[in-house]
């Protein structure tokens, strides 16, 4: 498997930037390539994004959700990934959000687009784009504060 690790400073608190990640089905608004993020429940997502110019379809489940700390995921069908999202207080009204994610590149247009660096510029734009989305905004769309803890048996 490939894996990408990229951090943003954004200037929200991080609760503000917690929740809005969250926010599963607006992710649309600022991931690149992302057609859309079905909730199916607390736990469970089924998402659609065009990855090297081809449509790709996925489930995923929620494994860790700590408020304001971290989300983690890993697919259960469909593309292969797995990651987590943390999220740090550096003050008041300042977060650091770091996305580190696992991915499986399938054929050859995805391995050489991974080899030239395609996914690392991807999600490095994702997080702007979600850094100006919140930062814009100012206040989230909304939140999710439940929790998930990982499952010991895995």
């Not at 090297?52 to 379809?57: A, L, N, P, Y």
């Amino acid at each position: 498997m490939a894996s990408v690790t990229k951090s943003i400073d954004v200037r929200v608190p991080v609760r503000t930037a917690y929740d809005q990640w969250t926010q599963f089905e607006e992710f649309p608004r600022f991931m690149e390539g992302v057609k859309s993020v079905k909730q199916l429940d607390d736990t469970h997502l089924h998402w659609i994004a065009e990855i090297g110019g081809q449509t790709k379809e996925w489930d995923a489940e929620i494994t860790e959700q700590v408020p304001d700390e971290r989300i983690a995921w890993r697919s259960t069908s469909g593309a292969k990934n797995a990651g987590v999202v943390t999220f740090h207080r550096l003050g008041d009204g300042l977060t650091r959000v770091t996305l580190q994610m696992e991915y499986e590149p399938e054929g050859a247009a995805e391995s050489i687009g991974d080899a030239l660096g395609f996914v690392s510029r991807r999600v490095e734009g994702d997080l702007e784009r979600f850094r100006d989305f919140i930062e814009g905004r100012g206040v989230e769309t909304g939140a999710w504060r439940g929790e998930v803890r990982q499952d010991p048996t895995r």
